[in-house]
């Protein structure tokens, strides 16, 4: 893995940790992760392997062994230990260093997190990512052996729902889980992200939302992040 890794600590003493992340570049999922990372200035300590979605290459038989669910991205760790889902490897990298800076750090913290986080899944990033594989042609008709399009043109409508009730918490204070950035904030950023991809125009009258957005734009992880997709698309 060309000596890349960086340390952890388990119970005060240092240890150096490898690990790969299996993603695809411009995918709005895996963004959330190469954000968290760029937050913990881990980005280039990790080694990524890129997984070509229109291949079809995430329902392959070897990346499904490392992933039931099929999905990028994956965590695979020196030891062989593989974490999927993006608030699970959030999760893990945010405490590698024993400050945890995106997921909280006391109870209310958090909760509050957690709570926001699953609601930009829940509300805004997911039902995009339903929208692309439904309603549009999504990764192609050799992936995309199943659409209904009217299920798509729905969730599409609750992104919409889901963009105006940011807004709204936007309104009240600077970040989506109170006054500091957070994994929720990254989560949102990724929903828009894909919005863009779909051509899914945040409303105008969501001003606190596109303030909120073009503020997050500026910061170096998601600018960072903003290059590579460049570069990847």
């Avoid at 070509?52 to 999905?71: D, I, Q, R």
């Avoid at 929720?184 to 990724?190: H, K």
Wanted: aromatic content about 8%; glycine content about 8%.
């Amino acid at each position: 893995m060309n000596g890349r890794g960086f340390l952890i600590y388990n119970g005060g003493e240092k240890m150096k940790q490898k690990m790969i992340i299996y993603d695809t570049p411009a995918g709005p999922y895996p963004a959330r992760v190469r954000i968290a990372l760029a937050e913990k200035n881990m980005l280039s300590s990790v080694q990524f392997v890129r997984i070509n979605l229109w291949k079809g290459e995430h329902k392959k038989p070897e990346f499904l062994a490392k992933n039931y669910s099929g999905t990028v991205p994956v965590l695979e760790l020196d030891d062989g230990t593989l974490i999927a889902e993006c608030t699970a490897i959030t999760e893990y990298i945010d405490a590698l260093d024993g400050t945890p800076t995106l997921t909280g750090k006391t109870p209310l913290e958090k909760g509050v997190i957690h709570m926001m986080n699953k609601r930009a899944e829940l509300e805004l990033l997911d039902p995009v990512s339903v929208y692309f594989h439904h309603a549009t042609p999504g990764l192609g008709p050799e992936v995309e052996l199943y659409q209904n399009k009217e299920w798509g043109l729905r969730q599409r409508d609750k992104a919409l729902h889901g963009m105006h009730y940011f807004d709204t918490v936007l309104r009240e204070r600077p970040y989506v889980a109170g006054d500091s950035f957070s994994m929720a904030d990254i989560t949102v950023i990724a929903g828009l992200i894909f919005a863009a991809i779909v051509k899914l125009q945040v409303p105008e009258e969501c001003e606190a939302l596109r303030a909120w957005y073009k503020r997050m734009q500026q910061r170096p992880s998601v600018k960072k992040l903003l290059e590579i997709r460049s570069k990847s698309s």
